[in-house]
């Protein structure tokens, strides 16, 4: 395949992407067909199996590459020469902007990787991790004290994550609060209150 050809199959494979991740988002994988698919993209469904041999595929590639981009722009602010706290910022800033610049594509990651085959899902779930660990290991940066337990490590990222995943279920970027100054104020909240908790409940 030619370079030219190369590239032109790749843009007609991001505009189906771009055109079906609305549409499922909208009506759930289980609803939502692959002649739905190939409506919303102006062309048939044949021609749509060319580029997806099947609806999971087309799940697949929209959940990774969204997922993927997320994970390697997390890890460059990680590993950034910069204070925790400061890497922590960007962190959720970047999390918060990018999940709301792509909200389909986040609510697809929420609800609909349950039908992805396991060796799909299995991929999926890696990243997720690779993720979490790394939103452990700045907190353990923040703060060694509290997180010397390795059982405490796990638990503080993950009510992160689920607070800043979940969110997007009613979250819209067009409302009365921009998705900077909302990773702010979550960043501000939870770093105060992660700095000030006790090592031990009364």
Known sequence: MTRVRA??????????????????????????TMMDVAKACGTSKSHLYHYFPCKE?????IVNEYIARQLAELTRIVGLPLPAEERFS????????????????HLMLMNDIKFLPKPQLDQIRRMEVDMTELMENLLC???PELMAEERMQKPYALLLFGMMIWMFSWYR????????????RISLLFIHGFKALPLESD
């Open 7 to 32: 590239d032109d199959y790749e843009a007609k494979k991001k505009t189906i992407l771009n055109k079906a991740a609305p549409l499922i988002a909208r009506k759930g994988f289980d609803v939502a």
């Open 57 to 61: 595929d087309l799940l697949y590639a």
């Open 90 to 105: 960007q962190f959720i800033d970047t999390f918060v902007q990018g999940a709301a610049r792509s909200r389909d594509e």
């Open 141 to 143: 940066e923040i703060n």
């Open 173 to 184: 970027r067009a409302g009365p609060i921009a998705p900077r100054e909302l990773a702010q």
